[in-house]
């Protein structure tokens, strides 16, 4: 009996990652070839497991269906305003986090992490009136502002982790070999973090990306893509939401297959 | 090329005060240790000195010029940190470079003094390597050759043996010796490791508390430490400290320890009061028979160490460490007669533990 226990806790454990990959894979998948099938396919039940006809039919109804384009367009754009925001802020915040100890930099720590605890649903009537009286209401500014308090708590936390791993030794290193601060961080904590806060880039990109809420409620008529399918996909048929959330997906898995690979290249092991 | 002067140097981390006005003056080319237990200030002033600490108070000079305010970038020094800080993300070449590269040297210049330092330090076959393919000796070896390749004023290393194996580490102790002769920079070497201390430094500055409590040269700190806590810091086994008082008796003085009494030649000053005698392990001779000026002493361990014998012995109430030849091996509980020898003891006094200036006359008769 106990020369088992280790074997079924084994067995266990595999079925339960088995069955957690399942639950992610499986409704990826049928987005995945239901974006690719003909529309007779895509109707037809019980579904098919495999594409017969592979078609692109419906992908390109999507994008030639009014607004996609230009929702497309506008969600690159607010994605591109979220990541500049936060990484603007974000990493000389986390960077000043890991290296200095000043007074009140737990408790500015944990303020950071609290943001999250308020829910876009409760901020969503002030903060819409707020951009209204702002006037950037139903702009791409207004969203990205909303997207980047969303992303800049972990774009924070997640850049000053990554510069607390780099010893300090490196950078004084530097500084005592001619380098100001400013040089040191440039010339060598900056490579050596890349990895990390490429990280932290890709991670906020995908948060603004596939934001529907906030994007929801603070635009009309410029909406983002994820809102956009939002609004369409009640009147919209089958092969419009299918596509469409193939689109929304496929970018999100296509980045982090990347940004594991460069987070696993990077230098070996030895960035600590 | 530059001498360094520390005047009345303090730092202090919130309530530790890390160093406390601490003066120290190092010659042009001199390599002077900073030897002390963890948490003395050692580093604490290495870094000062090297600018990544801000002192709260007194001056720091390099070759004459007050580098107080500089930042490290411009003081002209190098540093060879405990860790190595070899940067993971370029190759040797490039580490080796880097310093000369902030200086705006020529492509020539660097190459030619890149290669140079890495044959100095035997590295210049690995020059295209990245950090993670070398070992642990070898980054010590890059840290090294990047800290001399500018030619810095001043030479700073903090505990750079202190992450090698014992074995490497001998080896090293040995080649970086030579190396600092070869070079005669300035250098300030910081560690814990007593031995490390003794057998590199021109002169060794034992920190104790945020103060220095001797700077002197290896055997003088050795043989004549400036207190007890010198003398039980540097050396192994470390000094024995005896309780003992001295009287005069008309021709000369009597000290008397708790495992009997000697003739001595000594100083009045010596005379009533609370005193330590204060002798090395190799400067007492073991005999088997009862002899003139001798104290009985029980042997209570032996500990043969190859080159010698460490006997720990009680003389009346105090135990000592004596290094006994290496074939001799008394039973446990015998009595040995101890021969204290003259010109070798050190007398301290009791209260403070500070030695007494007459010492080295103060002899046995």
Redesign the interface.
Known sequence: MSLRAPWIGRTLLYLLAFAMALWVIVPVYFIAIGAFSTPDDLYKYPRELWPHHVSTGALSFFLHSTGTIAALERSVMVAAITLAFSLAVGVPAGYALARFAFRGSDAFRLTIVSTRAFPIMILAIPLSVTFIRWGIDDSLVGVAIAHTALALPFAVLTTSSVFAGISDELEEAAMTLGCSRAEAVLRVILPLALPGLAAAAIFVFIISWNDVFAASVLTLRHRTLPAQVLTASGEAPLPYRVAGGFFLLAPSLVVIFFIRKYLFNMWGRVVK | MAGVRFDHVSKIFGKVVATNDVSLEVDDGEFIILLGPSGCGKTTLLRCL???EKVDAGRIFIGGRNVTEL????RR???V???Y?V???MTLYDNIA??LK??KESKATIKERVESVAALVHIEDLLDR???QISGGQRQRV?LA?AIA?KADVL?MDEPLSNLDALLRMEMRAELKALFRELGTTTIYVTHDQVEALSMGDRIAVMKHGVIAQVDTPLAVYDYPSDTYVGGFVGTPPMNFLVASVEGNGAGQLARLSGGTLRLDGSAELVGRDLFLGIRAESIAVETAPGDNLIRAAVVVVEPLGSHNLLTVRAGEDMLKVAADSHFFPNPGADVWLRLAPGKIRWLDRETGQAIAATPEAALV
């Open positions: 090297a600018g990544l930042p490290p970038g411009r020094i190098a540093m940190f405990q860790s800080a940067f993971p993300h880097f310093g902030m200086q990245y950090p993670a840290a990047r500018t700073l």
